[in-house]
């Protein structure tokens, strides 16, 4: 367990900033979002140091990006200039990656950090409801309906992904 802030921001960083890109879609806003967690969390690292900071972290990104997201209906977003040099060809991890992030920008925050904590962080039911501070049936029905809609939204990404049979 990190002893001190310095070095859990260290070592933590990284897995809260891909989080933070998962829950905004955008790098900028994942890094604003991870530098204003971080910010509550000093302020509260006394008390938190003791339990488990990163899932304070997590709660506070998830509360935060929701907040954001009330105030903040239309997303900014700044297309970068097209380069002329040849680099290697990486366009179908590329459009696999585009495909997911546009994907979860069409669930409501709550379903889309159900599925980020879920299947990206690899949490269990359980600890997503304590993250996002919810009971496991509402993990559980926001995940289902979240993977309900990708499926519809976005047929290509679960077509390798076996079918439930029918009961």
Do not use: N
């Amino acid at each position: 367990m990190p002893e001190t802030f310095h070095d859990f921001v260290v070592h933590r960083t990284p897995a809260l900033s891909r989080t933070a890109y998962l829950l905004t879609g955008d790098h900028q806003l994942a890094e604003d979002l991870l530098q204003a967690a971080l910010a509550r969390t000093y302020r509260h690292w006394r008390r938190i140091r003791g339990g488990d900071p990163e899932a304070y972290v997590r709660r506070v990104m998830y509360h935060q990006q929701v907040s954001w997201w009330r105030r903040r209906r239309v997303a900014e977003r700044l297309e970068a200039e097209p380069t002329d040099r040849v680099a290697a060809d990486h366009t179908d991890s590329t459009a696999l990656r585009m495909a997911l992030t546009a994907a979860l920008q069409q669930l409501t925050p709550r379903q889309r950090a159900v599925i980020v904590l879920r299947f990206y962080e690899d949490l269990t039911e359980a600890r997503v409801a304590e993250v996002l501070g919810c009971s496991v049936g509402t993990v559980k029905r926001h995940g289902h309906d979240a993977l309900r809609r990708l499926r519809l939204i976005a047929p290509d990404l679960v077509d390798g992904t076996p079918e439930r049979s029918p009961r």
